[in-house]
């Protein structure tokens, strides 16, 4: 199946290329006198930094995603090798993000930073991604997939992301920019700044992917940095995003997608809002010229309601009338929501908050050049989950049929410590995780129980450098992620028999930087689980929580080159030639086997082949890029179906490959402003001022592109 993704027209404003301007200032005066660079909170850092990293690491920078303008969270991450990401609505604001051959359903298999402090809302108790924040925000993204993800945890079965967003600046600029398209989209962004604060706003809107699907989305971010001594820095952020979508979470039936194609969705009465309010401090101490503190304080709440008639083809909410209604669907009929008499309220609220101390150390211990990493941690959640079943087709309340707390109290802590042995090092590391958790009950009658659960995950990776240009690198550790709340404890309070995910992850590869500007990296990878939980979703047919051993190994391959003429090629590739169950997956409760499973089964959404390959041409300010990204076939369910079941809920998922083409054309000119004239570009074009010193010149430099414009006032 081959997909190409059409260009958005723009209207009467389109994105501007201001933000390289904003990525090009890293060392802010924020004192006034003293020039102080800000340590950032990374995971990877740099593209220059992988050479001493012992594991898989990659870097999307900020001239990546302004080449290839990607619309979602997803098309950007696809970018990466070993990354299968799932869309959903067609906006991106769900991802399903899977590394390594791991299951992408809600990125539960991974861990999400924003600036290195947690990005889900409950990462130890429901690490699940019901809501993303726009790509837009991001002007670079990090992917660990080795031993270093023990200095970040809990999850440390298939990878670390992280989102870096743009530095404040000290000089006053911004832009704003809207561009729209087919299916009713809207896409409106506004940045300004300066003085060491940046203020983000974005809206986006428009239809889904489907019939009767329609999203609003509002982004307000906003991150200031202050120096507080020539010795120490506070970084503070704050966002608020809320989301108003009319969405369902049933898929089609194999008749409907027959009868009525891929776009049908006749739940027109479904509703979906989040409201997730977050904040976070970041302090750094430079204790001594080898010495650095830093210090994340944390802070998120997420509330998500989705009011919905049905969550799977074969629901039959409303008794006699929603069983027609199953029937109906299954027989490829067109139906009427407003006929049911009834409709669910899946009602959410979570509250994460904790605090992070890490410190960095470069030291000479035991005669040794060396660096040292630790850190502690104290994280704490709160789950607020109701379930109120309505009498009508738009109920927006009614009877409860669930009412939970689930709390979640973790403790953890790490060593990293990394020696410099000529041209090799070796890194040893250990986590220990503590985590306590609860369900209480609140219906009438209701029970509650608690469960502890505490873990070593230790580490060890090296790398050598056997010339300037080349890093080879090995590294072990143990994956661990941590089993749901809900999953640990059952609904009568009493402790399952589910324990937490492990396995043994292998890495052996190489870096090679063959000229400057290019990259070329292989990773053989190898991931054995003793233990991996599976856990099916409500809308493909609610798998019961099972668990089994597996085995995921495979290539990956990733690099750039630059030829001197201003060609370059850029790509990723996954080859997954093992993903099975080495045994068969039971249910935790009564050890049953799921059905279909069997040892020697590949595991379900681990497409064998994976690749994203562009060409470009960058030079005299034009660039253009033409992208392929294919995702080879894959199963939805442990008995590898393949013909499509009358639900739609099985089947084999054929191979795709998406085409994407973007051109960016800078124009740079000169002319004088008159301070009498109006401070625009041509045609009307958004304006990005710089002040200095607090006045506003009379000349300047306008540099315009052809999808936009900003003047810089020297």
């Keep these: 199946m081959f997909i190409m993704r059409r260009m958005l027209r723009p209207l009467a404003l389109t994105a501007l290329c201001a933000s390289t301007l904003w990525a090009q200032q890293k060392t802010a005066d924020v004192s006034g006198d003293t020039s102080y660079v800000m340590p950032e909170v990374v995971v990877v850092g740099k593209t220059e930094n992988l050479a001493a990293i012992p594991g898989s690491a990659n870097v999307l920078d900020l001239r990546t ?54 990005l889900a809302y409950a990462p130890y108790g429901d690490n699940a991604s019901y809501y993303h924040p726009p790509i837009d925000r991001f002007e670079r993204i990090e992917l660990l997939k080795g031993a270093g993800q023990i200095l970040f945890g809990p999850q440390t079965i298939g990878g670390i992301i992280n989102y870096i967003t743009p530095a404040p600046q000290v000089k006053l600029a911004g832009f704003a920019s809207v561009s729209g398209g087919s299916r009713d989209f809207f896409d409106g962004k506004f940045r300004f700044g300066g003085h060491r604060m ?19 989305l509002n982004d307000v971010n906003f991150k200031t940095v202050a120096a507080l001594s020539k010795s120490q820095a506070l970084t503070l952020r704050a966002n608020a995003l809320t989301e108003d979508s009319q969405v369902g979470y049933s898929g089609l039936t194999e008749a409907e997608y027959r009868n009525f194609g891929a776009r049908y969705n006749p739940f027109k009465n479904d509703n979906f809002e989040i409201r997730r309010y977050g904040a976070s401090a970041t302090h750094n101490l430079q204790l001594s010229a080898s010495t650095l503190l830093t210090t994340n304080l944390y802070f998120s709440n997420f509330s998500r309601d989705w009011w919905r008639q049905s969550s799977t083809t074969t629901d039959t909410q409303g008794g006699a009338a929603g069983t027609a209604f199953r029937d109906a669907r299954l027989a490829g009929l067109r139906v009427n929501p407003d006929t049911l008499n009834s409709a669910q309220g899946r009602l959410r609220d979570y509250t994460t908050w904790g605090i992070e101390p890490r410190v960095k150390l470069v030291h000479a211990a035991f005669g040794v050049a060396g660096e040292l990493q630790a850190g502690v941690k104290a994280h704490f959640e709160n789950q607020d989950r109701m379930q109120m079943n309505g009498a009508s087709s738009k109920a927006r309340t009614g009877s409860v049929a669930e009412d939970n707390l689930r709390e979640t109290t973790a403790y953890s802590a790490f060593l990293v410590n990394r020696f410099f042995l000529g041209a090799w090092s070796l890194t040893p590391g250990l986590r220990y995780e503590h985590i306590n958790s609860s369900r209480t009950n609140r219906l009438p009658g209701g029970l509650s129980g608690s ?56 890495e052996f590869g190489a870096r090679f930087q063959p000229v400057a500007g290019s990259l070329i990296q292989a990773t ?28 995921f190994q495979g290539v990956e391959l990733s690099g750039r080159y630059g030829f001197e003429n201003g060609f370059y090629i850029d790509g990723a590739y996954t080859w997954l030639p093992e993903a099975e169950q080495t045994t068969p997956f039971s249910q935790v409760v009564g050890g049953a086997i799921i059905a279909g499973s069997a040892a020697g089964n590949r595991q379900p959404y681990a497409p064998k082949h994976m690749l994203t390959a562009a060409a470009g041409y960058a030079a005299h300010g034009f660039d253009a890029l033409l992208e392929a990204v294919h995702v080879g076939a894959q199963f939805a369910d442990f008995a590898n179906t393949v013909t499509p079941t009358a639900d739609g809920q099985r089947g084999e998922l054929a191979a795709y490959t998406i085409l994407n083409a973007a051109q960016n054309l800078h124009r740079r000119s000169h002319a004088r402003h008159s301070s009498r004239q109006p401070a625009a570009g041509a045609g009307g074009k958004p304006v990005r001022v710089l002040r200095n010193g607090g006045k506003v010149a009379k000349s300047f430099s306008a540099e315009n592109a052809a999808t936009g414009g900003d003047i810089m006032l020297a």
């Design 65 to 118: 995603l302004e080449a290839s303008r990607p619309f979602t969270a997803n098309e950007a991450v696809r970018k990466l090798p070993g990354v299968n990401a799932r869309d959903e609505e067609g906006f991106g604001l769900r991802p399903n993000i899977g590394i390594r051959g791991l299951n992408p359903t809600r990125s539960t298999k991974l861990t999400l930073l924003e600036d290195g402090v947690p």
């Design 198 to 216: 940046v203020l983000d706003y974005t809206r986006k809107q428009g239809d889904g992917a489907r019939d009767n699907i329609h999203s609003k």
């Design 451 to 506: 469960d502890d659960l505490s873990k070593w995950i230790p580490s060890l990776g090296a790398t050598w450098n056997p010339a300037n240009a080349l890093t080879m690198f090995t590294g072990v550790h143990l994956g661990f992620a941590p089993p749901r709340t809900e999953d640990v404890i059952d609904g009568a309070g009493t402790s399952t028999e589910v324990e937490a995910e492990e396995s043994t992850n292998w």
């Design 524 to 551: 053989f990878f190898r991931n054995d689980f003793s233990r991996l939980i599976a856990v099916g979703s409500i809308a493909g047919g609610g798998t019961p929580l099972s668990q089994g051993e597996a085995l």
